[in-house]
């Protein structure tokens, strides 16, 4: 049985829009920080996020890959959240289950969808 790249494509999305939620909802609603600004932790956290956002919704397998490697920075953060803060532990896990949806989603994405675009 052999999957469809489109439903890779569709894991990676669903990781993307899952921490980009996250990310938009854990500083602000969630758990906001006492020692920084909402205003800076939403544009350190988001933006890189966003960097490959226009080429992932297109299906362009160079920004594909750039969102597998930008979504490690998640994982890390999300491993450390989990490990350092015992009261976030439940964002942090969500944090680690969507970035690694993203990687794997586009990451498996690159591999099958073929010749380079």
Not at 61 to 81: D, M, N, P, V
């Amino acid at each position: 049985m052999k999957i469809k790249p489109i439903y890779y494509h569709s894991m990676a999305l669903a990781g993307f829009f899952g921490l980009f939620v996250l990310l938009m909802l854990w500083p602000t609603i969630l758990a906001p920080s006492v020692h920084f600004p909402v205003a800076l932790v939403l544009l350190i956290t988001v933006t890189p996020l966003l960097l490959p956002m226009r080429g992932l919704l297109d299906r362009n397998r160079k920004s594909c890959a750039w969102a597998a490697y930008i979504s490690l920075i998640y994982f890390i953060h999300g491993s450390a959240e989990a490990y350092a803060n015992t009261d976030e532990r439940l964002y942090a896990s969500l944090e680690i289950m969507l970035s690694l949806m993203l990687f794997l989603g586009s990451t498996f994405y690159v591999r099958f969808s073929g010749k380079h675009s």
